[in-house]
């Protein structure tokens, strides 16, 4: 059960990163990475590293993100 | 033409990386090299001798203390990038002058709302991370991390005019330098204690001295990573 778990959080884990270079828009890029970071954040509780769970939530998933957006409101949002 | 070169190539490489991967022990066995050597120790004796319960933080502030020294003197050096890059054609403090005047879209009750009610519990949680670092998982880059986050939230609710206005720009400044600031305090300390820098006191007696050291330090990282990535934040949405 618990490889199952493993194994469907890492396809995912790869669909998003797929996902994240193929999409031209910008915005939609930076979400699917906080879902990348998010099923990232699972990986590590999963592995009994919740300490870098807790960094990968807080950091990959919120600020991360934040930073990114502010960004792109700085530039354009849709890749050339 | 190019295209088969670069499968080609990377059929190459591929195949004794994975060659390499094969021959890797297995996870989480206990005679792979990465647990034979000092982990048995940390994990054996880290709670008695380090200060702290959560092994981790054993690690990563004790054991490894230089280490740690030296990533947050490179978080610290990320700001110091990010204002040399955003700031420098800029001449003095003219920005805090010029009111950025840029039209900010109206934000919506419902997310004004569920900021200003989670506000409290959000910072509570991230003071519990910070503070409990050495007993729990977290301490002082993942509170910081929540803070900062609470930090960024409230700006988005309340302008960033106002929330700037809650921490001047002095004592601002002594907030970046927090997390070096209170390693190195605690590396002289030792230093004249023990005679080594970041020595931490080893003997039972001094026991509660190393978890004040460790609290110090989570601390100061705590509040100096959340200046410093909300004050990233705020130079970066300037206009």
């Known amino acids: 059960m618990s490889r199952v778990f493993d194994i469907t959080l890492l396809l995912l884990l790869i669909a998003c990163a797929l996902a994240v270079i193929h999409t031209k828009d910008l915005l939609g890029a930076v979400v699917i990475f906080s879902t990348y970071s998010l099923v990232m954040c699972l990986i590590w509780q999963h592995r009994g590293a919740p300490d870098v769970a807790m960094t990968e939530a807080a950091v990959g998933a919120g600020v991360t993100t934040v930073l990114f957006l502010v960004a792109i409101s700085k530039t354009v949002r849709k890749e050339k | 033409m190019k295209r088969a070169l670069t499968v080609l190539l990377l059929v190459v490489v591929a195949i004794p990386l994975l060659y390499a991967v094969a021959q890797l022990p297995p996870h989480g066995s206990p005679t792979s090299p990465a647990y034979t050597h000092v982990s048995a120790y940390y994990l054996e004796h880290g709670p008695e001798e380090a200060g702290a319960e959560n092994v981790v933080t054993d690690v990563i502030l004790n054991y490894r203390g230089f280490d740690t020294n030296g990533e947050v003197t490179v978080i610290f050096t990320s700001l110091a990038a990010v204002f040399a890059v955003l700031l420098g054609s800029r001449k003095g403090?003219?920005?805090?002058?010029?009111?950025?005047?840029?039209?900010?879209?109206?934000?919506?009750?419902?997310?004004?709302?569920?900021?200003?009610?989670?506000?409290?519990?959000?910072?509570?949680?991230?003071?519990?991370?910070?503070?409990?670092?050495?007993?729990?998982?977290?301490?002082?880059?993942?509170?910081?991390?929540?803070?900062?986050?609470?930090?960024?939230?409230?700006?988005?609710?309340?302008?960033?005019?106002?929330?700037?206005?809650?921490?001047?720009?002095?004592?601002?400044?002594?907030?970046?330098?927090?997390a070096p600031l209170a390693f190195v305090s605690v590396g002289i300390a030792g230093l004249i204690m023990f005679g080594n820098y970041l020595e931490f006191p080893k003997t039972e007696s001094l026991m509660w001295l190393a978890t004040i050291w460790l609290i110090i330090v989570e601390i100061g990282i705590g509040v100096g990573g959340a200046a410093i990535v909300a004050t990233i934040y705020w130079t970066m949405g300037d206009e």
């Open chain 2, 93 to 178: 403090d003219e920005r805090l002058s010029e009111e950025p005047t840029a039209h900010q879209s109206p934000v919506s009750d419902v997310v004004s709302f569920i900021v200003r009610l989670l506000a409290p519990f959000i910072a509570m949680f991230a003071i519990y991370v910070i503070l409990n670092g050495h007993i729990s998982p977290g301490g002082g880059f993942q509170g910081g991390a929540i803070i900062a986050a609470l930090v960024i939230v409230t700006t988005i609710i309340v302008g960033r005019k106002q929330a700037e206005a809650m921490v001047p720009i002095r004592i601002r400044r002594v907030l970046h330098v927090a």
